[in-house]
């Protein structure tokens, strides 16, 4: 496994659940945490309430400054934010675990990209950047939660540099109980964004917060 020990980690609306559960996890395992807001106020304050040393600023000082930037803010305001931060995502690793979904009264859906995939979106934007799609699947819920020790499930981890899709599969397994499985190149990840739809009717239907695992791999 890539020896990530060292690289900070920044999150891009990481005032979000999705957003704050990760950099949760990744504080907990010992790494630099910047999270990132539109806000500076903001991101300090969500960097407060996640603590262990996690600290906060606005998403462009937050994406210069990591070694690695998970984008994790709603598809609605993917592409624009991703366009203003080129300069500053530019030679890093940028993961997007953004899922283009729809919800209506049956549901939630899929939503049709242009580029195929809101990773395939993001790479279009970042042609300096190398960008890997992973955790789609993971439930906020999991993350923030104290009392789960272990968070049940795979990760895959979609993108065309070998380097970059291996740091991201060992920083998912600094998640205690996950583990990063290669899920193919970037332009696969549209199922994988899509199937989040499924995964949230399941957990409608059976309350839970259902993750998957891939076997015998
Ligand atoms: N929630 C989950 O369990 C989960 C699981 C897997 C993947 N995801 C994906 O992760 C992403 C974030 O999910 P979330 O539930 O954390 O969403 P969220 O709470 O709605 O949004 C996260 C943050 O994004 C920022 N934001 C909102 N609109 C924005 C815009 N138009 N432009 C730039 N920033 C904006 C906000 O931060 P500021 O106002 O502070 O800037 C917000 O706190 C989504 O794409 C989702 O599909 C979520």
Known sequence: MTDVNGLSIAILGGTGDQ?????????????????????????????????????????????????????????EGHKALLESLRAELAGKIVVDCVNPLGFDKQGAYALPVEEGSAAQQAAAVLTESRVVAAFHHVSAVLLMDPAVEKVDLDVLVLGDDREATDTVRALAELIPGVRGVYGGRLRNAHQVEALTANLISINRRYKAHAGLRVTDV
């Open 19 to 75: 957003g704050k559960g990760l950099a949760r996890r990744f504080a907990l395992a010992g790494h630099t945490v910047l999270i990132g807001s539109r806000s500076a106020e903001r991101a300090q304050e969500a960097a407060g309430s996640i603590g262990s040393g996690a600290r906060g600023g606005a998403n462009a000082d937050v994406a210069a400054e990591a070694d690695v930037v998970i984008v994790a803010v709603p598809y």
